[in-house]
């Protein structure tokens, strides 16, 4: 079973950049798609984007298309989530998530990171 940590959140103005890291433990890592998903309180969990385990088609939500990328490097065991052109509205606590299949839908992933707070200042 792997394991997740988020890392790089943090305080941004709009328009700034900030890059987001997954770190996974276990050997198992490069067999998962991975996906990136964000929560503001109040609301359901909403998908970002997400990456197949052979690096292919990357597919992203469209409130982030254009200014995220997705990105892994299966021998770091490590995902990537590149923010630019931060808006306000992308304020939230941003989870990593690992899933067997190809997938969009939250519960459809198997394993979850804590969660890093990213927050963007207008």
């Known amino acids: 079973q792997v394991q997740l940590v988020e890392f790089g959140g943090g305080l941004v103005q709009a328009g700034g950049s900030l890059r987001l890291s997954c770190a996974a433990s276990g050997r198992t890592f490069s067999y998962y798609h991975m996906g990136w998903f964000r929560q503001v309180p109040g609301k359901e969990r909403e998908f970002v984007a997400r990456i197949s385990w052979t690096y292919d088609s990357p597919y992203y939500s469209d409130s982030v298309k254009g200014r995220f990328t997705i990105s892994r490097d299966n021998a770091k065991n490590t995902v990537y989530l590149q923010m630019n052109s931060l808006k306000p509205e992308d304020t939230a606590v941003y989870y990593c998530?690992?899933?067997?299949?190809?997938?969009?839908?939250?519960?459809?992933?198997?394993?979850w990171g804590q969660g890093t707070q990213v927050t963007v200042s207008s």
């Open positions: 998530a690992a899933a067997k299949s190809y997938v969009t839908a939250p519960n459809r992933y198997d394993v």
